[in-house]
């Protein structure tokens, strides 16, 4: 993945009614271990990562690069949103595209914490990259994930098999508000 051009950052924190987007802090190491170290997390995604191997490879303050949020619930990390412009050798109709990625925490799924992130986070796009389409890649599998696909106004573009699963690829057109 790679950056998503010419856009000032970091911004200031985007505020939602029950949450912040924002950078990482040193404080967020400690979450960002979590959940990259989460057997349900990374269900659909190839798998945790050891938590010795994060504890010792973890910077201080992980994960800064733009199109990097935090997403934050009273202070504490519950999340994280990516947006990242996908590599051309990705498939032919995500190359180039803003690339829409997010991880919540266990304890945060089921009280619509990531729908409100991620609607925020392409408003943000939206404001910044105006004309920018927007994929998202996830496995059809991932029943939560797909339902949050369509909900933040991703359509079908096509299903691929790759990591011995099903995948999914999503398109949001440019300026598309979110159901």
Known sequence: MTELGPVAWPPAP?????????EPE?????????????PDVHTYLGGPRARHELEREMPG????WPGS?????????????????????????????????????PRAWGRGYA???????????DDVLPDEPVVLATQT???RS???????GF??????????????????SPGHAPV
């Open 14 to 22: 985007i505020r939602t009614e029950r949450l912040v987007l924002r």
């Open 26 to 38: 040193p404080g967020d190491r400690a979450a960002f271990i979590e959940l990259l170290a989460s």
């Open 61 to 64: 303050v992980p994960e800064r």
């Open 69 to 105: 949020f935090v997403v934050a619930l009273d202070g504490a990390m519950i999340g994280q949103i990516l947006l990242r412009r996908a590599p051309q050798d990705r498939r032919p109709a995500a190359a180039g595209k803003v690339d829409l990625g997010y991880l919540f925490l």
């Open 115 to 125: 729908a409100e992130a991620c609607a925020a986070a392409l408003d943000w796009l």
């Open 141 to 143: 599998a991932n029943v």
């Open 146 to 152: 797909m339902r949050l696909a369509a909900k933040l």
């Open 155 to 172: 359509t079908e573009v096509e299903r691929f098999h790759a990591w011995d699963a099903e995948q999914w690829l999503g398109l949001r």
